[in-house]
C-alpha cells in the first residue's frame, strides 16, 4: 500500500511571509500532482511532475519532486489571502497498461492571514 | 469545455437505505474515479471506470458499487448505508491513457448525510 504523508497538517501564517509544505513517501510514484481545495468545491490541480529532480515554477509557487521520485514539496514565495486552502498532493504509479487510482495525502490545511 | 457535473450536491439518508450518486466526466475523458473524503481519512480511493470496465479498486466494501455507461458517464451506489458512509463523495474524469493522462479533474462533490 502506497501512502503519502503531508506536513505540516495545518499552517497559518501572516500574509508576505514565505512557507514550504512537502510530501514524503517510502514508495516510488511515476508522477505527482498537487492540488488546492476550497470549501465546498472539488480539487483543482496545480502540476503535475514526473522527472525525478524536476522544479516547476508556477507564479509565486514552486513544486519539487524528489531526485528518487519518492517525495515533494511545495514552496510559496510572499504567501496572500487568496492562498487559503487545502493543499493536497497525490501520486500515480502508471504501469503500462495503465495508472493506478491516485494515492492521495491528508492534505495541508494553509490560513493566510491578512 | 464543461466541467466535471456531479448530482446532486446534497443528500441526507436513514440508515439502511441505499443511494445513487451520479457523475458526467468532462467531453472525450474516458476515465472516471470516485473518491471518499472526511475529515479524518482524507481523500481516499473507491473505484476507477475506464471505458465501461472496472480498472482499479480501494479497499471499500462491498456496499459500494459503480457503474459506467457507454457515455462515459458514471453513477456509484452505496447500500444499507451506515452512519460512518457520511462523507463528501468526489468524482474525477481524466482521459485515463498514459502517464501524463492521470491528471485528475474534479467535480463538486455530492455531500451525503447519514442520519
Known amino acids: 500500500t502506497q501512502l503519502l504523508e503531508q506536513s505540516p497538517q495545518f499552517l497559518s501564517i501572516q500574509e508576505g511571509e514565505n512557507l514550504t509544505v512537502y510530501c514524503n513517501s517510502s514508495s516510488v510514484f511515476s508522477s505527482l500532482q498537487w492540488y488546492r481545495q476550497e470549501p465546498g468545491e472539488g480539487p483543482v490541480l496545480l502540476v503535475t511532475v514526473v522527472t525525478g529532480g524536476e522544479v516547476k515554477k508556477l507564479k509565486r509557487l514552486t513544486f519539487q519532486f524528489g531526485d528518487a521520485r519518492k517525495d515533494s514539496s511545495l514552496h510559496i514565495t510572499a504567501a496572500q489571502p487568496g492562498d487559503t486552502g487545502l493543499y493536497l498532493c497525490?501520486?500515480?504509479?502508471?504501469?503500462?497498461?495503465?495508472?493506478?487510482?491516485?494515492?492521495f495525502g491528508k492534505g495541508t490545511h494553509l490560513i493566510i492571514q491578512p | 469545455k464543461a466541467g466535471v457535473t456531479q448530482t446532486p450536491r446534497y443528500l441526507i439518508k436513514t440508515r439502511g437505505q441505499q443511494v445513487t450518486l451520479s457523475c458526467s466526466p468532462i467531453?472525450?475523458?474516458?476515465?472516471v474515479s470516485w473518491y471518499q473524503q472526511t475529515p479524518g481519512q482524507g481523500l481516499q480511493f473507491l473505484f476507477e471506470?475506464?471505458?465501461?470496465?472496472?480498472?482499479n479498486k480501494g479497499n471499500f466494501p462491498g456496499r459500494f458499487s459503480g457503474r459506467q455507461f457507454s457515455n462515459s458517464r458514471s453513477e456509484m451506489n452505496v447500500s444499507t448505508l451506515e452512519l460512518g458512509d457520511s462523507a463528501l463523495y468526489l468524482c474525477?474524469?481524466?482521459?485515463?491513457?498514459?502517464?501524463?493522462?492521470?491528471?485528475?479533474?474534479f467535480g463538486q462533490g455530492t455531500r451525503l448525510t447519514v442520519v
Open positions: 474525477a474524469s481524466s482521459l485515463g491513457t498514459g502517464l501524463l493522462n492521470t491528471e485528475a479533474f
Open positions: 467531453s472525450g475523458h474516458r476515465s
Open positions: 497525490a501520486g500515480a504509479v502508471y504501469s503500462g497498461g495503465g495508472a493506478d487510482g491516485l494515492t
Open positions: 471506470y475506464f471505458s465501461e470496465t472496472q480498472r
